[in-house]
Structure formats: structure tokens, C-alpha cells
């Protein structure tokens, strides 16, 4: 308890100084500065080598901040009851006399916003007087961090602090949905979108799921950095080779991510699985065909948009 208090307070110390710090949420770590500081945020699109037009999600714990940010809608309020705190990020319209940076939004009229779902950063964003901008703690395009450690692989000694949450609960990033104007799903993520369309009970769109829907989204994404090749029944000699269920092999190559196709368990241990392989230096990484629902629709999307060349 004590080294948690001093931790918080080192945070709180960082932020308000305007430094950018790593923060745990229940889906991956994030990359965390005051969100109505032009300086603070300036500073995480540096450091992830990120371009200035890919807006980021901001954190809040208080719902009456987020009143002074955001029109709230009745769509927003179900989901809000329903499903915050926790995986899940509402685009809304911005309040034109909000205190939100330019930099968070591209200078446009919406925000992503949501409510993370973990102990910590909440003792964190309870005692702060702004909310937390935090796109995920990686280097633009690479892996997504899920552990304290993931995040010093990416910025070493370039970040000041980072708040240690263990490892994250889900694994996966939250998911998008726009409520600005008719709901709209903007990116899967680990709330499964059927949940969503049961609270709203409207049809609601995924927007063609393989075409760029927004920045940040077309490109080479979540990437090891070396070739993927999905829906493979046999690996070639230099792949490493992903299962989403345990067999006898014990070959050093093979990597599962659940014993049984548990596609909770699997997003959970997607992203380590990634790094892992990656450190071990293998030249290209096979993946056989994961179940195309709930949550093995985001595995998927991940790794199609890991594997664009
Ligand atoms: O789980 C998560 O959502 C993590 C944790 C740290 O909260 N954050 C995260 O942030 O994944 P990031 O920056 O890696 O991805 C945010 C995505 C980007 O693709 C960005 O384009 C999109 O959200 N986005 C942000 N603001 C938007 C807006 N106003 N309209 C549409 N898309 C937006
Ligand atoms: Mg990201």
C-alpha cells in the first residue's frame, strides 16, 4: 500500500511537471499525459514517433469531467451504465469550450473517451484535476505493451515513470464505437460488439471491416516486424507457429495461446506471444485459423493488419 502511495504520487508529480508516463489499464499500458496541456500531449507524439493526425482516446474517472469535454447522449449513457468502467471508447461531439489540447483531437469537433477499468490508474485519475490522454505505450506501429516491462522494451529510458499494474487483464485494445452520429463501430476490441448492439438495439455497423476507417488504422499496425501468415495448417521451417489449441507437440517453434480455444485467454496472451516470438528472432510467424467470433474477431483483425506488407 505504501509503494503504491508513493507511486501515485510520482505519477502525479510527473504529469503535472507535463511529462508523459506509462499507465496500466485492463486492456494494454498506455502512454499518459495531461490532456489539456498542448505541452504534455506534444510530447507523447514524439516519443512514439506518431503522426499529429491520428487524434488520441482520453481517460477519465469523473463523469462530471467529462460533462465539460463532451455532449453525452442517450446512446452514450445506456453503454455508460452498462459497460463503464471498462473496455470500451465512445467517439462523442467535442464541447467547443472544452479545455482539451488540439493536439488530442486534430483540431477536429469529436473525442474518444473512455473509462478504464483498473485499480490503480483510477487512485491515479481520482486525484488529478485533468483527465489522461493515452494512445497505447508503443512505438507507432509496433506491438502493443501489456506489462511494465513491454513498455521499457519501447521507450527505455525516454520516459520518466511508469506506473506498474502488472499485467493486463484483457490484452486487446478497447473497442471503438462513434456515437456522433448514428452508432457506428470504429474498431473491435476486447467489449464484444454483440454486447453493444444488445444495449443500444439498433443495427450497428462495422464499417467494411478491411477498408481504412480511420488514421492510424490503415497502415502496417500492431506489428512484430517480421511476415504473418494467417489460416496456415503447416508452418515452413522458419516460422514460428501460433495454436489456439494445446496439442503433444513440444517443438520449441509452436506457441499456444489457449489450451482449449478460450478466445478470452487467447486475447490475453496475444500481444506477449507476438513479443516473445519477435525476441526470439524468428524470420516469420505462421498462425493457424482463429474461430471468426467474439473475441477471435479481434485476434483477426490484428493480426491482418499485422501482417499488410
Ligand atoms: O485500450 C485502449 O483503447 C488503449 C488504452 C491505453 O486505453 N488505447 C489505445 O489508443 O488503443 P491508440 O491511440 O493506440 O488507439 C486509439 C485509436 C486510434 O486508431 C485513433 O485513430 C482513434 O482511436 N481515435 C482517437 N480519437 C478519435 C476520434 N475522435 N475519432 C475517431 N477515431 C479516433
Ligand atoms: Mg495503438
Known sequence: MKKLLSNIKKSKYYLNKNDCIGIPTETVYGLAANAYSNRATSKIFKLKNRSKKNPLIVHYYYLDMLKNDCELNESFFKLYKKFCPGPITFVLKLKPNSKISKNVTNNKNTLAVRF???????????????PLAAPSANISSNISPVSKEDVIEEFGKKIKFILDGGRTKMGLESTIVSLYNVPQILRLGSMEIKKIKKTLKVKLKLKNKFKIIMPGQGKLHYSPGIPIRLNVKKPLPHEAFILIKKRKLNDMKYFYLTKNKNLKEASRNFYKTLRMIKKKKFKGIAVEKIPNIGLGQTINDRLRRASKK
Open 116 to 130: 478504464p477499468k483498473h485499480k490503480v490508474t483510477n487512485k491515479l485519475l481520482k486525484d488529478l484535476k485533468y
